[in-house]
């Protein structure tokens, strides 16, 4: 997965602002302090994985001005292909859409699934770092470093680490071997403590024992008391049951013995009597109404006969039918067809106007044959914005370059001013000469020019004192200051302005206070020439000079000294400046190269879209808008004439199906209009004679049916009566009722005998407890006799009861008086105390279990391919000042190899070479999570502590990686930026963006 284009709607410092990237190399963000590169870090994972959300540590970037905020990156994706991702503010991810090439759509589902299963937290860990990361190696001691290392290679971060040593403290916390003081330890003594009192409190207590075993003899007979007095009382209830269901079980025996004495026939048909009575009723009247009808059929016979029409004219009325529906659309047919033609001729009149006014060369033709697809339009879009950005680098380079001419032709302004105001040689030396003879003058005029120096060192010095108190003052109030800005910084979450403030003020801070340890040089030669003027008095006592002459030769050739130093640091600052300019020049250079480059590929598009060789180059895209404009006007235009034709067609047809329809029913047709209205004449009239005939059937129909309907009644009827006298083995209506009479006794006794029976049912009555209550004739006395004996039972249980409750108070009173329950509910609270600490100790150890088999399986087998890779990487960036990378066996660390053979824990290497070996590690690990998710690594100023060398050859590798992984930096220093000989610069200001 590669970005090809960030598009900012509103984020942060941003508001539409779009920037492309090249998906083929490196790309680069360079930019001074605040110039948004955080920004655009931060907006690159807000697309990917949604805002973040309002009480979250991490800054939102909410617009401050309001407007739209979120935005979209456009990506190429190796299996779909180029996908836009659009994310804007609504719930507290943001509303995400997916756009895919095909015109589809897809959801939040739909960016996991891009991103392979990667979620926020992998991406910081492993693709997205900056100095801060970069510098955690050293917030961790010299001991644990190459465990973090480690880990950070399998997963890469330290959250494993920070969460294994977590685990182990938290472990210990609960219980050590040989410790003391933790819980579990101290709680397993305690309750060993507690065991030993418990047995000797036992011990003295032998009658409590006694009488445990007392109150266990009482509470077994109890429980033999309660079982015989619960088998007696079940059997009292099965008594009382048969005693309450023996009416019911002998009513039941009378009923079935009576159903067998009754005579009835075989079968008697259900409701046979009445069956009989209603076809006897019904049969009568039937036959009579099949008379009727009969007589009916004969006269509309005779009717239909008499009726003549023609049958071949109404086979056509599907075919009118269908010619009268279509009319209308005829008639409309006619009128779009007028309409279209003239809007066909307006359409082609605009476009040849269009054409003639802004591409000559092209015609219709050549407009159809022009590709104007997606990728086409890209192409030019891109061509013309990479034009516009090469106009905006030539303006920054412009700018540069009136800077830097200024800043040099300032200089040698300078130079040229020092290098007037200094003496020739002749005059230095004839000034020296002069010195010396004036060194040889008379007591008087030496003693003089000494109490004069003295007073002039008194004053320097009370001047150097004042100077030293204000810049001590001065210096206290700056350390403030940039204290209080540090704060407010790293308050906003601005790190890298905060530590580049708080370097500023102590390199102030140095420079003044070596300012102030300073000597003034022109105390120093006063204080040396006092030194002199005292040999001098011992030497020529008594002769005499002129001390005016003396001092004002001193201070010329001492001006004239600070002068010529002056001069030398404006000619290196001039230096400096002129070198300045030349690289600019070799920019211009560049930027012609590349200029030429890009006319040259707008040259290729103009010709592609038929454009004049002067045709600006940054309107291509306009150009190609209207030109795809054009083109859909004359596709439109083509669909407008086929569209016509179809009318036309149809047209025809209709006139030509009226013309041939009309000749079939033998009418002359004077237009398509009046030979429809004939034909619809003929067709109505045929109707209404089939009507009035199709009338008469329909009586006739009806009249068949019905004596069809009443001879099969008449002849169910008897069928049926038939069926009743068979049913009930009769022979006539006189033996079919004395039949009906015997039925119904019998139907009465076997009703009573179902409610019986559904009685016993309601109450879950047996087949076995029916015929033992009726064959019991004793069960009252039987039942008497056992409530007796459970009375009995009940009194011996309650006696047994009470001496039970007897016992049981007394142990309670023995244990109330002695210690031992005293110590046996201690021992039980401080057994739970430990088991619980015990359960919580096991759940830490098998968490770090699970953890130590986690990395077990990455170490053997992911990590010996990521190491390889990583060798290679730390052999490439420390110059093969490394050689190569060791996994020692059972140890969460690494050995690395110098090229002298010697070995290195992590921990023994240098910062830089720490970090070196980290980078190697997170480049390692990105790289072999490449097939399953190619996400692009974002780097922000992450190698500020390597040195020149070696910040070179990390530009290397990352150039490398960025042919097959993207790779975006961000940095602010341009030294940086400069060491990758490839990629695409984008050049950020604080109120403009442009790109080359």
Request: hydrophobic share 35%; net charge negative.
């Amino acid at each position: 997965m590669k970005i090809l284009e960030i598009d900012i709607y509103g984020y942060g410092k941003f508001e539409n602002k779009t920037f492309t990237l090249d998906p083929g190399s490196i790309n680069i963000f360079l930019g001074h302090n605040e110039a948004g590169k955080s920004t655009i870090q931060s907006f690159i994972g807000s697309m990917l994985f949604g805002f973040p959300a309002k009480n979250s540590a991490e800054k939102r970037y909410e617009p401050k001005q309001g407007g739209k905020y979120g935005g979209a990156l456009v990506i190429q994706h190796e299996k779909i292909g180029r996908v836009r991702i659009e994310r804007i503010a609504g719930k507290a991810s943001g509303d995400v859409t997916v756009y895919y090439e095909d015109g589809s759509k897809g959801s939040e589902e739909d960016v996991r699934k891009l991103l392979a299963g990667v979620d926020k937290q992998r991406f910081k860990a492993i693709y997205s770092f900056d100095v801060h990361g970069l510098q955690g190696v050293h917030h961790v001691n010299s001991e644990s470093i190459g465990r973090f290392l480690f880990l950070s290679s399998m997963f890469g971060s330290d959250a494993v680490f920070k969460l294994q040593s977590m685990l182990e403290r938290e472990r210990e916390q609960i219980f050590k071997p040989s410790g003391k003081k933790p819980p579990l330890n101290a709680a397993l003594q305690k309750l060993k403590e507690t065991n030993g009192a418990l047995s000797e409190a036992k011990k003295v207590s032998s009658q409590y024992g006694n009488l445990l075993n007392t109150r266990k003899i009482l509470e077994d007979q109890h429980t033999a008391i309660s079982t015989r007095e619960s088998k007696l009382g079940e059997n009292r209830r099965t008594l009382e049951r048969l005693l309450s269901i023996q009416p019911l079980a002998r009513e039941e025996q009378y009923c079935l013995s009576a159903i067998d004495q009754t005579e009835s026939p075989v079968s008697f048909p259900q409701d046979g009597l009445i069956r009989m009575e209603r076809i006897l009723n019904e049969l009568k009247p039937l036959k009579s109404q099949l008379s009727a009808v009969q007589k009916q059929e004969a006269v509309l016979q005779e009717e239909l006969e008499e009726l003549q029409y023609r049958p071949e004219v109404l086979e056509k009325e599907e075919v009118v039918k269908a010619l009268t529906q279509s009319f209308s659309l005829y008639v409309a047919n006619l009128d779009e067809h007028s309409r279209q033609a003239a809007e066909a001729k307006g359409i082609q009149d605009a476009v040849l106007q269009q054409l003639s006014e802004h591409f000559p060369a092209l015609s219709p033709k050549k407009l159809l044959e022009m590709d104007t697809s997606y990728p086409a339009r890209e192409k030019a879009k891109n061509t013309a914005d990479e034009f516009q950005q090469m106009l905006q680098e030539k303006r920054y380079l412009d700018e540069q370059f009136e800077r830097s001419r200024e800043a040099l032709e300032e200089r040698e302004g300078k130079v040229k001013d020092y290098e007037d105001q200094l003496l020739s040689p002749e005059k230095r030396q004839e000034m020296k000469t002069q010195l010396k003879k004036l060194e040889s003058i008379n007591t008087h005029a030496l003693q003089a020019e000494y109490e004069e120096n003295e007073h002039m060192l008194s004053a320097l010095k009370a001047d150097r004192e004042k100077s030293v108190k204000k810049a001590r003052t001065v210096n206290g109030l700056m350390i403030l200051g940039g204290m209080i800005g540090s704060i407010l910084f790293l308050l906003w979450d601005q790190y890298i302005p905060a530590a580049a403030l708080l370097i500023s003020l102590l390199l102030a801070s140095f420079v003044i206070n070596q300012l102030i340890k300073k000597e003034n040089p022109y105390y120093d030669m006063l204080k040396k020439k006092q030194e002199a003027l005292k040999n001098t008095f011992m030497l020529h006592p008594g002769e005499q000079s002129g001390t005016e002459k003396l001092q004002e030769l001193e201070s010329l050739l001492w001006k004239d000294e600070q002068m010529n130093q002056l001069l030398g640091i404006e000619k290196s600052a001039c230096n400096q400046a002129e070198k300045t300019y030349e690289r600019i020049l070799k920019k211009y250079e560049e930027w012609e190269q590349a200029q030429f480059q890009e006319e040259e590929k707008a040259e290729k598009v103009k010709a592609e879209l038929y454009l004049p060789a002067d045709f600006p180059a940054g309107s291509i895209g306009d150009a190609f808008d209207l030109i795809a404009k054009l083109k859909e006007q004359v596709l439109f235009l083509k669909s407008k004439k086929e569209t016509i034709l179809s009318l036309q067609q149809q047209i025809d047809k209709y006139e030509k199906e009226v013309s041939v329809l009309a000749g079939e029913l033998g009418l002359k047709t004077i237009n398509t209009e009046a030979a429809l209205q004939e034909v619809q004449g003929l067709v109505e009239y045929q109707k209404k004679q089939k009507q009035q005939r199709g009338h008469i059937q329909e009586r006739l129909n009806e009249c068949k049916e019905d004596i069809q309907k009443l001879s099969e009644r008449i002849c169910s009827l008897e069928e049926d009566m038939d069926t009743l006298y068979t049913a009930a083995d009769a022979e006539g209506e006189e033996q079919f009722r004395a039949r009906a009479e015997q039925h119904a006794k019998r139907k009465e006794l076997q009703q009573r005998l179902e409610w019986i029976q559904q009685q016993l049912s309601q109450k879950g009555v047996q087949q076995e407890e029916k015929q033992l209550s009726s064959s019991m004739v004793h069960i009252e006395e039987t039942l008497k006799d056992t409530e007796e004996e459970l009375l009995s039972t009940r009194r011996e249980a309650q006696s047994l009861t009470r001496e039970l409750a007897a016992a049981s108070h007394t142990i309670k009173e023995l244990e109330k008086s002695g210690t031992y329950s005293e110590w046996m509910h201690q021992a039980e609270l401080e057994r739970e105390e430990a088991k619980e600490l015990a359960r919580k100790w096991a759940v830490k150890t098998l968490a770090g279990d699970l953890l130590h088999s986690a990395i077990s399986y990455n170490r053997n087998v992911r990590l010996p391919s990521l190491i390889a890779r990583a060798e290679n990487y730390f052999l490439e960036l420390t110059g093969g000042e490394y050689t190569a990378l060791y996994l020692p066996e059972e140890e969460d660390t690494f050995l690395v190899e110098r090229r002298d053979n010697l070995r290195f824990f992590p921990n023994e290497l240098s910062q830089a070479t720490s970090e070196q070996l980290y980078v190697s590690l997170r480049l390692a690990l990105a790289a072999a999570l490449q097939d399953s998710s190619n996400i692009p690594l974002l780097i922000d100023d992450s190698f500020v502590h390597f040195d020149r060398g070696r910040s070179g050859k990390m530009a290397v590798i990352l150039e490398e990686i960025s042919k097959e992984h993207q790779v975006i930096f961000f940095t602010c220093h341009e030294s940086q930026a400069d060491r990758f000989k490839s990629g695409r610069r984008i050049f950020m200001e604080n109120t403009a963006v442009s790109s080359t």
